[in-house]
């Protein structure tokens, strides 16, 4: 990581384990049966999206699911199965951040949801037994709070010019590769983290 003085990572397939199809499962358990149709890579169903910046209030995004799957349930149900994809943070994964921090100036950039951060906090905490993941971070932006999601070239264009960042000097590490291209296009280093790969693997 030669005249690397920053990097930006990637939260969901990361730091976190992701399992898209367990929250699929979920839904079509509850009676969604063409759940699979609209949610994933693409988004088919606008509102994943608008949730996703912050445009739709949680009760607006829970409405919708009931709507798209026609279920009866109750919220905290929906919102399990919504949260089912969410597995584990390894803390080796932790410690090599906190490892890192002594060396690089270390930033988090997510495409999330309020619901998803909430469990996401809890599944941290109970892994590091207190202590919050922002906390990891010199700053962590999340799409829903910041109005814009990756690979837009705007979004990294933010987080580049709020912390006086050189494309150059930082490192933006995801697993979609889709984001990698966002990264690069808007001057960053972007760094694809392959399939079976995980940020322990790779050389910092």
Do not use: C
């Amino acid at each position: 990581m030669k005249e690397i003085k920053n990097i930006i990572f990637d939260l969901g397939g990361v730091l976190i384990n992701l399992d898209n199809k367990l929250t699929e499962k979920a839904f079509v358990d509850l009676g969604a049966k063409d759940f699979h149709q609209y949610f994933g890579h693409g988004f088919a169903a606008s509102f994943f999206k608008e949730y996703e910046v912050g445009k739709i209030s949680d009760k607006e995004f829970i409405a919708a699911l009931r709507k798209l799957g026609s279920l009866t349930v109750s919220d905290a149900v929906i919102i399990d199965a919504w949260n089912a994809l969410l597995l584990d943070i390894p803390p080796e994964r932790i410690d090599l951040l906190k490892k890192l921090r002594s060396k690089y100036r270390l930033f988090l950039f997510s495409n999330t949801n309020a619901l998803h951060m909430v469990k996401v906090n809890e599944i941290f905490e109970e892994t590091v037994k207190g202590g919050k993941l922002d906390e990891l971070f010199e700053k962590a932006y999340y799409s829903n709070l910041m109005g814009m999601r990756k690979p837009t070239v705007e979004s990294f264009q933010y987080i580049i010019n709020e912390n006086m960042l050189l494309g150059h000097e930082t490192v933006f590490v995801d697993d979609a590769l889709v984001n990698v291209e966002g990264a690069n296009a808007a001057g960053l280093k972007g760094y694809y983290l392959e399939p079976g790969k995980t940020i322990l693997d790779i050389e910092w």
